[in-house]
């Protein structure tokens, strides 16, 4: 029976036999019998390799951060990850330098910030009063490649991409679906994400993709 730490882009956590490309964390948030038990313990949600040099782990140890795994960087993004700072130390720069250029003085912050400032502002964008993901309207032309969307069915998520809209599953893009020039859009990418997106973060998405585009 598959384990329950599988993320959507609506930041839910799904038990499913399909992996990712991806691994990240919420801190703790299983008990002993590998259960689901909150929705995160920190506010620093990360993304990483899903392997890293020689390192080993056992997934879902007691006491120890629980892994959660993601299609692909842009799902991650929409569920509310950031790069590792460790595994990931080339893309954790880029993309801190490219959230400060592109959110920092909206948000009052120096270009030195430290990560623990910016983490605690996206923590505010993650989630509304009641817990839930927290999302925003917005112009589907105006936003940047990566971002992840819902229309009139907001059981669905879609990727924005190169002027496409691809629905997303958890093993994959399934299809194209048209859209209207204009339309406006439900937004589950986190605001500051797609401020950054625009400033240049291109987030990686699946190799599923290019199998409909052929």
Same mark, same amino acid.
């Given at each position: 029976?598959?384990?329950?730490?599988? =993320?959507? %882009?609506?930041?839910? =956590? @799904?038990? #499913? %036999?399909?992996?990712?490309?991806? #691994?990240?964390?919420?801190?703790?948030?299983?008990?002993?019998?590998? *259960? @689901? $038990?909150?929705?995160?313990?920190?506010? +620093?949600? =990360?993304?990483? *390799?899903?392997?890293?040099? !020689?390192?080993?782990?056992?997934?879902?140890?007691?006491?120890?951060?629980?892994?959660?795994?993601?299609?692909?960087?842009?799902?991650?993004?929409?569920?509310?990850?950031? %790069?590792?700072?460790f595994c990931r130390n080339s893309d954790f720069k880029h993309f801190k330098s490219l959230w400060l250029l592109?959110?920092?003085?909206?948000?009052?912050?120096?270009?030195?910030?430290? @990560?623990?400032a910016i983490d605690a502002l996206i923590h505010q964008e993650r989630l509304n009063e009641n817990g839930f993901?927290?999302?925003?309207?917005?112009?589907?032309? #105006?936003?940047?490649?990566?971002?992840? $969307? #819902? =229309?009139?069915?907001?059981?669905?998520?879609?990727?924005?991409?190169?002027? !496409?809209? +691809?629905?997303?599953?958890?093993?994959? +893009?399934?299809?194209?679906?048209?859209? $209207?020039?204009?339309?406006?859009? *439900?937004?589950?990418? %986190?605001?500051?994400?797609? *401020?950054?997106?625009?400033?240049? +973060?291109?987030?990686?998405?699946?190799?599923? @993709?290019?199998?409909?585009?052929?």
């Open positions: 029976m598959p384990l329950q730490n599988r =993320i959507s %882009p609506f930041s839910t =956590i @799904i038990a #499913t %036999p399909e992996r990712g490309t991806w #691994t990240g964390n919420r801190g703790v948030i299983h008990n002993a019998h590998k *259960e @689901i $038990v909150r929705n995160h313990a920190v506010k +620093y949600w =990360i993304t990483c *390799e899903l392997k890293y040099k !020689n390192f080993q782990r056992k997934v879902m140890t007691p006491n120890r951060w629980t892994e959660l795994f993601f299609l692909d960087e842009a799902t991650a993004f929409a569920a509310g990850h950031r %790069p590792c700072g592109a959110n920092g003085e909206r948000y009052g912050l120096a270009k030195d910030a430290k @990560i623990d993901q927290k999302t925003f309207k917005a112009n589907l032309t #105006t936003l940047p490649d990566g971002t992840f $969307v #819902t =229309i009139d069915d907001s059981s669905k998520a879609y990727l924005w991409f190169q002027q !496409n809209l +691809y629905e997303w599953s958890f093993s994959g +893009y399934t299809k194209v679906l048209e859209f $209207v020039q204009n339309q406006e859009v *439900e937004v589950l990418t %986190p605001l500051s994400y797609v *401020e950054t997106f625009k400033a240049g +973060y291109l987030p990686q998405v699946h190799s599923s @993709i290019g199998d409909i585009l052929r």
